[in-house]
């Protein structure tokens, strides 16, 4: 099976073959897939700049007649670069299953799914972080255990089990965040001014905005992924009891199981690690 479709004008590229033999009780199946999924970006978050004022008055002081150049707002942020991002995703995935009809009453369904990720190349290194340039992850061995039955206790009654686990696809918008987010000027890169001495040093005037992030000193955010980046996956089960109650009619009363492992989750490296209270000291308290 070959199939074209198109994603923000660009092709996804898929194909798929499966098998199935049947011999005796058991029917085998066995399939392939491949995938490859291209992605083409484009965006800047807060290109045009975003100000933020203290109260109305400071706003209209910088609003109206604002002709010596005063800077009364309290922060100032911005974003840089380029904001064309393209990269290309390929996914591998392999299945085996054995649908088993152990007697007249039971039937088993044993298989398992083999997927994995063949990640685009790493983000550009930034020399002040090296972690910008990690190589990314995505899990040497995701390997997904199924198991199923269903068993007739009589002719108006069916129980039905199933159990699996199932991994989860590495997220296209987690790699526009790294690809855009290591610093760099060639990239994507964001400037915030928070206080006085940082906006006269090199804040715009109010409407104006800043050509680079060269040109005032402040902060800058960077995205980079765990080195030990662990594919997300969930371990999913079902029960159920299905009775014939009348001639067109039947009752299911069911269960399902889900629990997520290794979610995605942000964490904010430049903050310290918890320990005990203490207090600061303020030096001029008036």
Request: no cysteine.
């Amino acid at each position: 099976i070959y199939t074209l479709s198109l994603h923000d004008a660009l092709p996804i590229y898929e194909f798929a073959d499966d098998i199935t033999w049947v011999k005796g009780k058991h029917t085998i199946k066995f399939g392939a897939s491949f995938e490859h999924v291209n992605d083409d970006v484009v965006t800047l978050t807060n290109r045009f700049g975003s100000y933020t004022y203290p109260t109305v008055t400071s706003f209209a002081q910088d609003y109206t007649g604002n002709t010596a150049g005063a800077q009364n707002y309290s922060a100032f942020s911005q974003g840089f670069g380029n904001p064309v991002v393209n990269f290309n995703l390929k996914d591998l995935g392999f299945y085996l299953q054995d649908q088993w009809k152990a007697t007249n009453r039971l039937t088993l369904t044993l298989g398992a799914r083999y997927e994995h990720t063949i990640a685009p190349p790493p983000a550009a290194l930034n020399p002040a972080f090296p972690l910008t340039g990690a190589p990314i992850h995505t899990g040497p061995l995701n390997l997904m255990p199924r198991i199923g039955l269903a068993y007739r206790v009589n002719d108006k009654t069916v129980i039905r089990a199933g159990a699996g686990t199932y991994f989860a696809r590495l997220v296209s918008g987690l790699l526009d965040d790294v690809y855009t987010g290591n610093g760099l000027p060639s990239t994507q890169t964001s400037l915030s001014l928070s206080n006085a001495t940082t906006i006269k040093a090199g804040g715009p005037v109010f409407p104006n905005v800043l050509t680079s992030a060269g040109s005032a000193a402040g902060s800058s955010t960077l995205d980079v992924l765990s080195p030990t980046l662990k594919t997300p996956y969930s371990e999913q089960a079902t029960l159920s009891v299905e009775r014939q109650i009348a001639k067109d009619m039947v009752l299911t009363v069911s269960g399902i199981f889900s629990k997520g492992v290794n979610l995605y989750g942000t964490q904010d490296i430049n903050a310290p690690a918890l320990g005990a209270p203490f207090t600061y000291t303020i030096a001029d308290a008036t």
